[in-house]
């Protein structure tokens, strides 16, 4: 279980600035440190004051490479190398001359020579600035590669989002002219009361789906609440002929799941259920967790395939017990590819049709709760509750009226 903490880490690197100097500071400070005890235990308090000063030359010089490095790093490899050599090369010669004048300040009476001195202190003056280098490119190394990886995030998210809003923005176009041509038969038709109910459904169907970006999640609740505002809407056409009924588990009312997910599944079995048949069909929706995984499944009573069902062909078949199973157009299509956009491999899409008929689609994603994307677990889920809805039409519009809208859908 993850644990909220009570402030947000920052990352070291947020701030390259402060980054480099802390590192600067804390990396000479631990290395006078060093410097520092091992004077102590061999030479007494007196060159401590040697250590100091070989220590500040040591840090400043570094400061002068920062700068060389920084010009160099992205200059081509051939280039960055060669002077980076010879960089470091005067560099540390300036530090072993310094170093070693001040040995020959505080030590007069010594018996080396200025050039023995100066040889002597070359090997740790080159390893400190040479592996402050290494450091220096290793880490401004990770920070490039770093900085490449969340642009290239970046724009992956980018051209995922921009591909979820097209595939999205494929079905209200799709939906509003079907809805527009019926309310325009209804004008047609002098139906003036049923027209501007319609209009009605149609703003509150609109503004409920607008409210959310087109890449977003919503959830199952907030998708079954649009969806019976798109099946109302649907209903004035119909009127008995489209019967719905909902079986959604109440455990699985908080999952998450990309919106309008479920709209042009019902428009499918509407087109292809309800409206090819005088006595109309019904459309069953119904939702449940499975292990860890919410299964989906929306199913109409009309003819299928296996009965002379015409439904255009795309993406895989299903072979078991329910026989063959050919698909839809372009709405089923659609869905797919959001499933494939939203969970790669991650998901189950499967069209069936029973032996007795009816036309099925099965979809499986994994179940994330709202509560788990703050960090909490989903509570155990309970046993199915069964609602019921639709009947005769009570709406305000003559029966002929509407039944004509029917047969032309």
Do not use: C
Request: charge should be neutral.
């Amino acid at each position: 279980m993850a644990v909220l903490l009570p402030f947000q880490p920052t990352p070291f690197f947020a701030d390259k600035n402060k980054a480099f100097w802390n590192l600067q500071i804390a990396g000479w400070g631990g290395a006078a440190l060093l410097r520092g005890v091992s004077t102590l235990a061999n030479q007494g308090w007196e060159d401590l004051v040697r250590v100091l000063i070989t220590s500040i030359t040591g840090f400043s010089i570094s400061l002068v490479l920062a700068v060389i490095y920084r010009q160099l790093i992205n200059r081509k490899p051939f280039i960055t190398w060669i002077f980076t050599v010879l960089s470091l090369a005067l560099a540390v010669g300036l530090y072993a001359f310094i170093d070693a004048w001040v040995i020959w300040l505080y030590r007069p009476e010594s018996n080396a020579s200025f050039a023995q001195l100066v040889l002597g202190v070359f090997y740790l003056d080159m390893t400190l600035l040479g592996t402050w280098s290494a450091l220096y490119y290793a880490i401004n190394f990770f920070l490039q590669i770093e900085e490449q990886a969340d642009r290239l995030e970046r724009l992956q998210a980018q051209a995922t989002g921009a591909q979820l809003a097209m595939l999205r923005y494929q079905l209200n176009p799709h939906f509003l002219f079907n809805t527009l041509n019926s309310i325009s038969t209804l004008v047609l038709l002098k139906q003036t009361e049923p027209a501007n109910a319609m209009l009605t459904r149609l703003s509150a169907f609109l503004r409920h789906t607008l409210v959310n970006e087109p890449g977003g999640r919503v959830t199952l609740e907030e998708e079954i609440e649009t969806l019976k505002l798109y099946l109302d809407i649907e209903r004035m056409r119909f009127e008995e002929r489209l019967r719905t009924e909902f079986r959604i588990e109440p455990s699985v009312g908080k999952a998450l799941l990309p919106s309008l997910l479920l709209q042009p599944l019902v428009e499918n079995a509407i087109k292809y259920a309800v409206s090819p048949q005088e006595e109309g069909a019904q459309i069953s929706i119904s939702a449940r967790l499975v292990g860890q995984r919410l299964r989906i499944t929306v199913a109409d009573s009309g003819p299928g395939l296996q009965n002379g069902g015409a439904r255009p062909n795309f993406g895989r078949a299903y072979t078991g017990g329910a026989g063959i199973v050919s698909s839809t157009g372009v709405g089923l299509a659609n869905i797919r590819d959001r499933l494939a956009q939203a969970y790669g491999e991650d998901h189950v899409f499967e069209t069936r049709t029973p032996a007795q008929g009816g036309f099925t689609v099965v979809i499986e994603i994994p179940f994330v709760a709202e509560e788990e994307e703050k960090n909490t677990l989903p509570k155990p889920h309970a046993p199915a509750a069964v609602v019921t809805s639709a009947a005769p039409s009570t709406y305000p519009a003559e029966g002929p009226a509407q039944r004509e809208l029917g047969l032309r859908a």
